[in-house]
């Protein structure tokens, strides 16, 4: 599933392709996770230019030109296409055909990403943001209970995060990401909050200078804990693998175990 620094690019990139671009037709052949009729649909979105293109935590939001906005949850398997004269892809999920014979498309073979008219804005805060600080951390890790990694892969704490970055923010912090949220040191959670920001937009420049003018897929290669094929960390210690209910968590020794 693409995460924050991927849809950073994404977002970047498709507002330098379609800003004011006029929507002539949508369509949406799979409405299973369509939040409104596709009536409605067409009613809000047909006629109207682009305004702008931006990340909402793990969504891209696509705003129009009368106020309506457009989420795309790509999902573990959505990816994006741009496209001229006709769609040629296959599982379409939702596409916008612009008057300039030009479209983007959604796709997905398991058909799980997810299109939203006018999506709700979480009041969690997304993992940028200035209030996401040593504060803020400390206040929300103090009194929660569970571990830290399934605490910043929770949506409704924090937006953004996902499996691999999680690791490579708490292997970058020398957390363990078993460790208890409320037995983490005040030191340590303003270490924690230093990484998320450093690690997140270390990747994103990354992924800008691999792969310029991507728009869909997971850059993965330049991870430095969760990657499959690494089998020490930079500063040489054995990277384990733990599987929790279908998610793997790469970690090392290197990494403190705090525990209430």
């Known amino acids: 599933m693409p995460e924050l620094p991927d849809l950073q690019v994404f977002s970047h990139n498709l507002q330098q392709q379609l800003k004011g671009k006029v929507v002539k037709k949508i369509a949406a052949p799979k409405t299973k996770k369509l939040n409104v009729s596709v009536s409605q ?5 047909e006629g109207q230019s682009i305004r702008e293109i931006r990340r909402e935590g793990k969504e891209l939001h696509i705003q129009f030109g009368n106020g309506h906005v457009l989420g795309l949850h790509l999902m573990l398997n959505g990816d994006l296409h741009l496209f001229e004269g006709k769609n040629p892809h296959r599982h379409t999920i939702i596409e916008l055909q612009f008057d300039d014979d030009t479209g983007l498309v ?3 073979f398991r058909y799980m990403a997810r299109p939203t008219l006018d999506p709700d804005i979480p009041s969690a805060p997304d993992a940028l943001d200035k209030q996401v600080n040593a504060r803020f951390l400390k206040e929300r890790l103090s009194a929660k209970k569970g571990s830290v990694k399934n605490w910043l892969l929770d949506q409704d704490a924090i937006r953004g995060i996902g499996n691999a970055y999680a690791d490579e923010i708490l292997w970058d912090a020398r957390i363990s990401p078993f460790s208890s949220c409320q037995a983490i040191p005040p030191a340590k959670v303003t270490a924690l909050a230093k990484s998320v920001k450093k690690v997140l937009k270390h990747a994103e420049k990354q ?3 691999e792969h310029p003018d991507i728009i869909s897929g997971e850059i993965r290669d330049f991870l430095l804990i969760h990657h499959s094929k690494k089998k020490k960390s930079p500063t040489g210690a054995a990277i384990q693998v733990k599987t929790t209910g279908g ?13 209430s």
Not at 247 to 259: G, H
């Open 41 to 45: 649909l067409k009613k809000a979105i």
């Open 106 to 108: 959604l796709t997905d």
């Open 207 to 209: 992924i800008r200078k």
């Open 247 to 259: 998610r793997k968590t790469y970690f090392t020794d290197e990494q403190v175990l705090y525990e």
